[in-house]
């Protein structure tokens, strides 16, 4: 389906700003994929510890969630590489970098909830629920100020 503008320019952005909106991209979903990775692969070991044993039952079902959502989230953030290398000189470069965008918004929303959930998890372990229930809320809020909150204020100005 042609546009009758020069592939990667639908927008009327120029190609040289596409192809640097997709580096910047790819480099903040590096830094996120790394976290997420390391994070997701300690989540791994955790099963074969003495100590995993002696979890309840609704914990255990957290920790499931967790690293499902923890190995979803790193599903997303890798993804764009993925439509990067299957799209590559195909013209889809406006399409990739608007698909990389949506995955890293997504992608930090599900780091922030591995996050708030991990310590939830490690709170209720450590010092009970109510603990856990207060650490958890500490951090979720802590991740929307910091993510949110002053982005959007600093918009603002």
């Not at 979903?29 to 002696?54: A, D, H, K, S, Y």
């Not at 490690?122 to 603990?131: I, N």
Request: glycine content about 6%; charged content about 15%; proline content about 4%.
């Amino acid at each position: 389906m042609s546009t009758g503008q020069p592939a990667g320019t639908r927008s009327g952005r120029p190609p040289q700003q596409i192809t640097r909106n997709l580096s910047e991209l790819l480099q903040e979903l590096r830094v996120m994929q790394t976290g997420v990775q390391i994070l997701t692969g300690f989540l791994l070991t955790v099963p074969f510890t003495e100590r995993f044993t002696t979890l309840t039952d609704a914990q255990q079902d957290l920790y499931l969630a967790i690293l499902v959502t923890s190995v979803l989230t790193t599903l997303v953030i890798v993804s764009p590489v993925c439509y990067h290398r299957l799209l590559f000189r195909q013209g889809e470069r406006e399409w990739i970098v608007a698909a990389a965008h949506r995955c890293a918004l997504v992608g930090l929303v599900g780091l922030a909830v591995v996050s708030a959930a991990v310590v939830l998890l490690v709170f209720d372990v450590v010092l009970g629920t109510r603990a856990a229930l207060i650490a958890a809320a500490a951090v979720a809020l802590a991740f929307t100020l910091m993510w949110a909150a002053v982005p959007w204020r600093g918009r603002a100005r």
